[in-house]
């Protein structure tokens, strides 16, 4: 059956010589994964670019039916094309560590495989604006994620909350002055960002990467994190 959807890449694989599989966050039916084969050679008309993470595509899929825990399917896309094309994110050094960031984190929290309006709007309006802003995104990551935990289930009210959990669990607290600035980032859109020095946006998003430990099981490791510590000065 076909079905038009919206949807961001997360990641894929190559598979075989010239295919590859790739997994999808769509707007109607959540995280899928399909197999596009021969897409890596070089008469392809869907040229390997469209699947680079959090590409937002618009798309005309063949699904199969529901996915169970027994049985994964991967389905087959009709028609690709780029819905909105990146101007600065793929080719500035900033936005592409923390692209590759977010990937990571979305790649290990999403599985719902219903659609979900509401995530994908958040999910596809806070990527344009990374790409579309000039400057002082340096704490989109941490705003991006905050904000996440609205969607995924395990939003905090304030900071004082998260290091209430941090506690319990016998993790590292914030100090006064961090629980204040996690405040402000918690209540703020992208735009009004504050300034925050590098130390402690290390700090923040070291316990704002624990708390989400505590609600992901999935999480584990974050390999991204090193190279968008040492990028985002």
């Not at 590859?20 to 399909?34: A, H, L, S």
């Not at 998260?162 to 735009?191: C, F, G, K, M």
């Not at 609600?215 to 000065?233: A, C, F, N, Q, Y």
């Amino acid at each position: 059956m076909l079905n038009k959807t919206r949807g961001i890449v997360i990641n894929y694989i190559r598979y075989r010589e010239t295919s590859v599989i790739v997994n999808i966050f769509t707007e109607e039916f959540g995280i899928q994964t399909y197999i596009e084969n021969g897409v890596r050679s070089a008469k392809s008309k869907n040229k390997i670019a469209l699947f680079q993470p959090l590409t937002l595509l618009d798309l005309v899929i063949y699904q199969k039916g529901k996915n169970t825990a027994a049985n994964k399917q991967i389905h087959r896309i009709a028609e690709i094309k780029c819905n909105t094309p990146f101007h600065t994110l793929p080719y500035d050094i900033y936005k592409s560590s923390i692209a590759l960031f977010i990937t990571e984190i979305l790649g290990k929290s999403l599985k719902e495989e219903t659609g979900n309006h509401f995530l994908f709007e958040f999910l596809h309006n806070s990527i344009v604006w990374l790409d579309e802003v000039e400057e002082h995104f340096e704490n989109f990551h941490l705003q991006f994620l905050l904000q996440l935990g609205t969607y995924l289930g395990f939003s905090p009210e304030n900071a004082h909350e998260i290091s209430n959990e941090l506690r319990i669990h016998n993790l590292p607290v914030l100090n006064q002055t961090l629980e204040n600035q996690l405040d402000v980032l918690l209540n703020t859109p992208y735009h009004q960002s504050p300034k925050i020095d590098r130390h402690s946006r290390n700090q923040l998003l070291e316990s704002i990467i624990l708390f989400y430990r505590l609600h992901v099981d999935t999480l584990g490791e974050i390999k991204s994190l090193t190279v968008l510590k040492e990028v985002m000065r």
